[in-house]
């Protein structure tokens, strides 16, 4: 069965596959190229061997051996010249040459340099990204159906790991001690005081308000029996019971007649309880003994086993509903992402600002990244340093040995071309 052409395996193993296709068709090119330039040094050594068994050669016999002789002795100082770049010829240890094994520690301290001067620098990275313009490509990309199915994908495939991995008992000590310690570490009470600031500002509070005061209401009204109840078990023996019930209901309706009151927007009640809500504003910003009476509340629950036991158990059923959500065909983590990703690569695509701001924050990852030039150049000159010698040398003749074998071609034929030249000028003087 075909893998999947999206999956993070199969695109390495397409990379992979690339890559040595790539290297299957340079080994072809090399060979060809070669065995061309063995076959012209060759035909150089031959003519000069033949032309030499001819009786009373002639002139254009000379000519054709003064040309063969200058091209094989072309041919032959280039062929050096290429093999002594990568290996001793005829694998004698002949001084000034196998230049690049013998100098792979000078070459890696070099490309090191060379990048950290010429590639890794502000200028040179910064126009680079303005002139590829990643902004706009991002956002041409993931507003295509296909991309953002494809990030959704990807994320639904690695979510059960994350999901498990979290689920850690090792995991969950280290989370509860380290995000316990710094929560018992917070301090609360700002916190508290803008909150309450800006539901008071907003009119929130007054909502909360008056849904309390439906609350309260509803409840005395449904649990007015149990109120005439406990009246009557405080009352005296000798009260008949028919009193009882008016005082309860008096009772009743008293708290019910406040709580209308309360709900009046500009009525006394109401004014009292904004101010109420003011001074406990003040209170939590000024007040150091109002500050440790809350912080040390906060930490008393952190502390409770059954409000730990209570996280705990929130996150076993969320982590257990969402591998369970993320198991179906229809997944409906999997559609809210997919939804929620072409939502914003169609709202990027249109709002060239933002597409400004993504560029604004590369160009200053890019700077950032630039200041680590020093250490990137010297992981690219410890990389070639640790290379193998002879993979060192293998490879960059796989990747110019074929062109190298132009210039063995080119020495062959302007050595006989110069050969001939020569002849015809000595010719000419005698």
Sequence with gaps: MPADSSSPLSISEQATDASAGDDQIAIRRQRRNRAFANGLL?????????????????????????GAEAGLVGGLADWFAVTALFRHPLGVPIPHTAIIPNSRDRIATTLGRFIERHFLTADT?????????????????IALPSSADAIADTIVDALPYLIRSAGSPDLLNFAHRTLGEQLRQADFTPV????????????EADVVFDRAIQVAEKLLQENSGQIEKLVQERSRWWIPKAIDRRI????????????HKLQEPEGDARLKFRKAILDLIHTLQTSPEQREQINAAKNRLLEHPGIQAWLGSIWTDLSELALQDLQTPSSKTRASLQRGLSLFGQALATDEAMQKHLDS???RLALYVVTWRGEISSFFSDVVRNWDTKALSDRLELVVGSDLQYI??????????VGCLLYLGTWAIS
């Design 361 to 363: 924050a590369l160009e």
């Design 192 to 203: 508290l005081g803008r909150v309450l600031h800006a539901l008071t500002v907003s009119g």
């Design 248 to 259: 309860a209901a008096a009772l009743i309706s008293g708290v019910i007649e406040v709580l």
């Design 408 to 417: 063995r071609m080119n020495g062959t034929i302007v050595g006989a071309l």
């Design 42 to 66: 060759g035909s150089m050594a031959a003519i000069v061997v033949g032309t030499h068994w001819v009786d009373n050669p002639g002139f254009a016999t000379l000519l054709l051996r003064s």
């Design 125 to 141: 990275v910064l126009a680079k990204l303005r002139s590829v313009g990643v902004g706009h490509r991002f956002a041409t990309w």
